[in-house]
């Protein structure tokens, strides 16, 4: 089995967090910056619009790359609509080993063109292990295996780029399928959601109203909601740093229930404009290796050594293994859990969900770990849920907010979980999801933990005896009737999920 690249320098050095500078001003010009830069402006969107244009050097990669797509921007079949992609690699040696090229003083000094060069080869790596999977999908035949070696001329530029940029040398969420992965058509209107197109796609997703372009479009749109997110959790945590007021604790707190709102709410456009019938279509495509019955023993890069970076000799060949491309790796709602303190149960599924905050722009890997040590060591939580002690407003409304965001988390794992019923498990019995997680239980490991903590807060802020007076309708708790109404409603979801859960598991055979 092929290796996988555990190792994170920035989580395992407690040195590395005692501090952490989020940046009030995003500095879009600043191209000696990596791309990816927390912000209370962009959150974690990139600094500035990805990259669209390659430099001359790089001509037969971008020539590939428009030729690839099912459907290219003409309209006409691509590549990938025939099969034709490993050719065009293999036999008529269209992409010459273009990792030189890399070192050119135009190129190696500019960290947001190096993440769209990253990008682009991840695209061609993903397309190149996995097409002859989707051209058996498309036969309604069962995925088979996907190549297993790449080539030195996308293995070493992918190992090169990634390891400057700070990614695995494959498919990442927010480095290039997803958060790097978009432009915009007129500049002068901004991030709004007709205003998004694709840089790069392997169906038809250079159409924007295509299920493809919907499907990363709205992570898009989503994403470019999270600086107020970051900006109400740092000021929270600053307030009970500096010992502040309850007040402006509670201000935080507000700024992150609104921020979540505006998410879920644009989350929730996801089924009008990415098609549950047609998601299985360019799916195959953001697979990943690990945990996948396409690659049994991990994949062969050309030229790359056991540690992801590119090696001396060309010659020399290291099976490695990725996890694919997922939502999961987004980092608005981790950043939520390790501010809010959700205790995860110790299961291989929460260990995945360990595994996957690798797969994250080191400079959001950092934040998260230095919230999540922050947030513990300051002891957030218990200052947020002190009210139990008495009946002060102000600490019951640090309640009642605390309450609304882990709802709004709630909110979220809740719609990806139907997101899962409707766009995979109804459509395919392949097991995994594309970053290797079971498809059936992983979501609601994560879910039933936010359920869970939301009903030991409650039961915790107002009591054993008012929650159950308030479940018979025999009044109302401190926290008041809406609060009340609101966990109501999670007790029923909690019950609806592990019915879910169960049924899909009988069914499937877990």
């Given amino acids: 089995m092929g290796s996988t690249i555990i190792d994170d ?29 927390v912000s209370k402006t962009r959150g974690f ?53 273009l990792t030189d090229a890399i070192d050119e003083p135009p190129v190696r000094h500019n960290l947001p063109l190096l993440n ?42 992918i190992a090169r780029t990634a390891r400057i940029c700070g990614f695995k040398p494959f498919m990442e969420y927010a480095g290039s399928y997803a958060l790097f992965n978009y432009r915009l058509e007129d500049p002068s209107k901004g991030l709004e959601y007709d205003n998004l197109r694709l840089i790069r796609a392997f169906e038809h997703g250079l159409d924007p109203k295509s299920s493809e372009a919907g499907f990363v479009l709205v992570h898009v749109d989503m994403v470019r909601n999270s600086g107020p997110l970051v900006a109400g959790t740092c000021d929270a ?28 709410g644009v989350m929730e456009t996801m089924w009008a404009k990415s098609r549950p019938e047609q998601y299985t279509s360019f799916r195959t495509f953001i697979f990943g290796i690990t945990s996948q019955s396409m690659f049994p023993d991990g994949v062969a890069y050309e030229g790359v050594g056991e540690d992801g970076f590119e090696a001396d000799s060309p010659k020399t060949c ?20 390790s501010f809010l303190q959700i205790p995860m149960p110790d299961t291989p599924l929460t260990e995945i969900l360990k595994d996957f905050r690798q797969y994250r722009p080191s400079n959001h890997r950092q934040f ?16 947020a849920l002190s009210a139990n002690a008495g009946d002060d407003s102000e600490k019951i409304e640090s309640v009642r907010l605390w309450l609304q965001i882990l709802n709004q988390v709630r909110d979220f794992r809740w719609r990806h979980w139907c997101f899962g019923k409707e766009y995979i498990l ?45 479940q018979a309708g025999k009044g109302k708790t401190k926290l008041g009737e809406d609060i009340d109404d609101m966990m109501d409603a999670a007790a029923r979801q909690s019950a609806t999920l592990a019915k879910e859960v169960a049924r899909y598991c009988e069914e499937r055979g877990v």
């Fill in 9 to 37: 320098p920035l989580v395992n050095n407690p040195a590395l967090l005692s501090s952490f500078e989020v940046l009030g001003d995003a500095h879009p010009k600043d191209t000696s910056l990596p791309a990816f830069m």
């Fill in 45 to 97: 969107l990139p600094r500035a619009e990805p990259v669209v244009e390659l430099p001359a050097a790089f001509a037969p990669l971008e020539d590939l790359l428009t030729r690839m797509p099912v459907k290219r921007l003409d309209g006409t079949p691509g590549l990938l609509a025939e099969g034709k992609l490993g050719d065009a690699i293999l036999k008529d040696g269209l992409l010459p080993d």
């Fill in 116 to 157: 769209a060069l990253y990008r682009d080869y991840a695209f061609l790596a993903s397309a190149f292990l996995l097409e002859p999977c989707h051209l058996r999908f498309l036969k309604g035949e069962p995925y088979g295996l996907g190549r297993d070696v790449l080539p030195a001329c996308i293995a070493r530029p």
């Fill in 237 to 264: 945590l600053d307030v009970v740093d500096s010992k502040g007021s309850r007040a402006d604790f509670n201000e935080g707190l507000g700024k992150v229930v609104g921020a979540l709102t505006r998410i879920n």
């Fill in 318 to 337: 290291t099976r490695l293994s990725f996890r694919g491309e997922s939502g999961a790796n987004d980092s608005m709602i981790p950043l939520m859990d």
């Fill in 368 to 383: 998260l770990a230095y919230v999540r040590m922050r947030s513990a060591t300051l002891g957030v939580k218990e200052f």
């Fill in 426 to 470: 109804k459509r395919t019995k392949h097991p995994t999801a594309t970053g290797g997680s079971p498809i059936v239980t992983w979501l609601p490991n994560q879910l039933q933990a936010v359920l869970r903590e939301m009903q030991a807060v409650y039961v915790a802020a107002v009591g054993e005896a008012a929650v159950a007076a308030a």
